[in-house]
């Protein structure tokens, strides 16, 4: 899978905004260990491309995320933090299922180290190529995310670093896929779609800006009756919550921060591939 250069515009992004309480110093101290921490992820993600199951490796980015994830919203990096609390459930799965070599670590983990050196302001360190590793037989090849097909999933989410996990596993098991940030934009874009014969499979988060997820889901349930197939993502995950989309024709909850391993197998199943 070809992999994005550190400054092309798909990997670019900004840093958030730093807290103005910060003792002089303290910040500047925060990015240098993180830089720290950027170059011993690249290491890390150069062993998985090498060795898919290197438990060490796994275990020692578990490790590593999970320190970003506490850390970098105390410094005022909200994007860097979210998108490590995606990252650091998906290396749970991994460490507990070394055996299971379907994902390419090794590629993904470069990707997060891209993304997280965006989200945090810095230079991202150079990962030294590998040769792929062969996949599965039956792993789909990449396909386009734009094209005159049907897409068989429809992302709705706002929140960049969790669509740009989303985007990169669907993408890599190569789902036909289209990708909205926005409520409003999204439901125009839903009523006009010609699904044909096909029922695309909606993952539509809560929240969103210009037009809540619960009221795209009643106006498609209004306007285009079983059309699509929902499933609400979410960072309120009682029950109360999951009842009143589940009750109100949802397929099923995804619950932030998401493990994109989970989250994919659900999808191969929701769909059907």
């Not at 110093?25 to 090498?50: F, N, P």
């Not at 209004?222 to 979410?234: A, D, I, K, L, N």
């Amino acid at each position: 899978m070809a992999f994005p250069e550190p400054d092309s515009p798909c990997c670019t992004m900004s840093a958030d905004p730093t807290p103005a309480e910060l003792p002089p110093g303290l910040l500047e101290e925060y990015l240098q260990s993180a830089r720290g921490q950027l170059q011993l992820l690249a290491q890390l993600a150069d062993r998985l491309a090498a060795r898919n199951d290197d438990v060490e490796a796994l275990e020692a980015l578990r490790r590593e995320v999970h320190k970003i994830h506490g850390s970098a919203g105390s410094y005022g990096f909200w994007s860097a933090s979210r998108l490590a609390a995606g990252m650091e459930e998906t290396a749970k799965d991994w460490a507990a299922r070394p055996g299971d070599t379907e994902a390419d670590r090794g590629s993904l983990a470069r990707w997060f180290v891209l993304r997280l050196a965006g989200a945090l302001g810095l230079e991202a360190p150079i990962s030294t190529p590998a040769a792929p590793q062969p996949g599965p037989a039956s792993m789909p090849a990449d396909r386009p995310r734009a094209g005159p097909e049907t897409p068989e999933v429809i992302l709705v989410e706002d929140d960049p670093a969790l669509a740009e996990l989303l985007s990169y596993g669907l993408q890599s098991r190569g789902y036909r896929f289209r990708l909205f940030r926005n409520g409003r934009e999204a439901l125009d874009a839903l009523l006009a779609l010609d699904s044909g014969e096909a029922h695309p499979l909606l993952l539509l988060d809560v929240d969103l800006p210009a037009l809540d997820g619960y009221s795209i889901f009643d106006t498609l349930q209004r306007e285009r009756p079983g059309t699509f197939r929902v499933v609400f993502t979410t960072v309120h995950g009682n029950e109360a919550e999951q009842l009143r989309g589940l009750e109100a024709g949802a397929l099923d909850y995804l619950v932030k921060p998401i493990s994109l391993r989970v989250a994919l197998e659900k999808i191969r199943r929701w769909v059907g591939r």
